[in-house]
């Protein structure tokens, strides 16, 4: 489900994902940039005038990669008097690696009974059994799913009780029962067959209120996938340096790049029924890490590279063991719980009195944890899930001591994992729909932005919301998607995503972002 902010019937949220080329299906014409503006702004031209000291040749951005057009970064330092204010513009800020931007219209992704049965059938054939409740059973069967439904659950009640458990071990001792739903707007939907000649589980799950689908297909035991192994964690981590060297070459997973991709096509294809239409493959983790995975400690990046594909090291150890046995070039994102392990989190917290939360303590217990020696064995790759109308975050540096960074405008995302015997299982959230698309459009030079900028600080926001103050700073400006969102009444309708700039806006210790739309200049909204 995308996110909703509305002022003067617009929304307006930010994304930091990654995005890959798309087919071109269901487009239409642009008459005018205006079509998906947000507030007038003066007359601002759609295309820049740049000399080359004998005559002047107009500059368009035609779908190129935008380092091409923009170049590595966009900077900009200036005072300008606004407001009887002074707003001190000191910006460097790094370009996104990505081409092609489009317009996407958008709704919220929805589940029904059809494709519920499709999927069941897709995935089991004649074998699915409906699973009318879940509960501990022994140290391997079901515990991947008690960690998913615990974390969906929580998602779904919103109860904040539920979240104070996240990060506790499942064992012998968790007594809660998760059961078959259909009440007060939310379901959760369990199934059990066979897949590949393994016992699998279906977990379907959802809300009304937020419109989005959880979609989890994994062995019931880890024992039923790798009958000779006795692994009790997964840890995801990059699998190359930033050199593009291998970080997994001892991996036993001969499938190529190209290899996962395309099988995790045709899984969500012809298993789930998506649509590449609705959703892109990205090598990207961030979407996943703040969604969708669970028991997950601090991230370890390594020497590696952010956009390489993650690859799955499995280990006998429990995961804070396992976390500390990575070395130093491992970069680590996400991890697992495979089977029931020893709660080192827990332990840290009944011997120490600093801190009685468990991510903490999981955190601090991983910093004096030792390996048992028994190693890490690099087994498979996982590709993730994320919305077309999404780019990557530009790695940044901390301007005055604040750390700038921007959740994904969606929560949709997912993993998708293969090993040596193929396809291991999926983790998908399903929120948004898209309903057409216009590639490649074109978008204001930065200098126009600057021009757009300045109009709109002058006669669109009041400075007096970002703190009362005399001077204000903009500390950094980067490209993402926007949502437009035309109909204040139907908060559940159509939303149109745009390319926009954001501009972060500091005054005194408050923090607030502009955005500008990039296709026409117009003032979409200031938060």
Request: hydrophobic share 35%; aromatic share 12%; net charge negative.
């Amino acid at each position: 489900m995308v996110k909703r902010i509305y002022k003067r019937g617009l929304a307006a949220a930010m994304a930091a994902c990654m995005i890959f080329a798309m087919p071109s299906c269901g487009n239409k014409e642009i008459e005018s940039v205006n079509e998906y503006g947000g507030e007038t702004v003066a007359d601002v031209p759609v295309t820049d005038l740049e000399t080359d000291g004998t005559q002047e040749k107009e500059k368009k951005y035609s779908g190129e990669n935008l380092k091409e057009f923009f170049g590595e970064t966009v900077s900009w330092q200036e005072v300008i008097n606004v407001q009887d204010r002074e707003v001190d513009v000191d910006i460097t800020s790094n370009i996104p690696d990505a081409e092609g931007l489009g317009v996407y219209e958008v709704e919220d992704f929805e589940l029904d009974a059809d494709s519920e049965e499709a999927i069941v059938k897709n995935l089991f054939g004649d074998t699915a059994e409906r699973l009318e409740q879940l509960s501990y059973v022994n140290e391997t069967d079901y515990i991947m799913q008690l960690y998913k439904l615990r974390q969906i659950s929580a998602y779904l009640t919103n109860d904040p009780n539920e979240f104070n458990y996240m990060y506790n071990v499942i064992d012998a001792s968790y007594d809660k029962t998760f059961k078959w739903d259909d009440v007060g707007g939310t379901f959760i939907h369990m199934y059990q067959g066979k897949y590949n000649d393994i016992d699998y589980v279906l977990i379907l799950a959802g809300s009304d209120f937020f419109e989005e689908t959880y979609i989890n297909f994994l062995p019931v035991s880890i024992k039923d996938y790798f009958p000779d192994k006795n692994y009790k964690t997964v840890l995801f981590g990059a699998s190359k340096d930033n050199q593009g060297q291998s970080l997994s070459a001892d991996n036993q997973c001969g499938m190529s790049e190209d290899g996962v991709k395309e099988n995790a096509i045709t899984f969500l294809k012809d298993d789930i029924g998506i649509n590449m239409f609705d959703n892109m493959l990205t090598e990207n983790p961030e979407s996943y890490q703040i969604f969708l995975s669970t028991m997950t400690l601090a991230l370890k990046d390594g020497e590696s590279d952010p956009n390489s594909m993650s690859t799955m090291i499995f280990s006998d150890d429990d995961y804070i063991t396992a976390y500390a046995g990575l070395n130093g070039n491992d970069a680590y994102r996400h991890s697992m719980i495979l089977g029931e392990q020893n709660d080192l989190a827990q332990e840290y917290m009944d011997g120490n009195s600093d801190t009685d939360d468990p991510a903490i303590a999981a955190i601090k217990s991983s910093e004096v944890a030792t390996s048992s020696g028994k190693g890490l064995e690099h087994d498979g790759y996982a590709i993730y899930l994320t919305a077309p109308f999404s780019l990557p975050a530009p790695q940044e540096e901390p301007v005055e001591g604040v750390v700038y960074y921007s959740g994904p405008i969606s929560r949709g995302t997912g993993c998708i994992m293969f090993t040596h015997k193929g396809f291991f299982g999926a983790d998908l959230l399903l929120s948004d729909k898209v309903t057409n698309v216009t590639e490649n459009v074109e978008l204001l030079g930065f200098e126009k932005i600057k021009e757009s900028f300045r109009y709109v600080l002058e006669n669109s926001v009041d400075l007096r919301n970002f703190g009362i103050h005399d001077s204000y700073k903009i500390t950094r400006a980067y490209l993402s998607y926007g949502a437009v969102y035309d109909n204040t009444e139907d908060i559940g309708g159509a939303v149109t995503m745009v390319p926009v700039w954001n501009f972060s806006v500091r005054s005194g210790e408050n923090n607030g972002e502009i955005m500008i739309n990039a296709i026409d200049g117009s003032y979409v909204r200031g938060y």
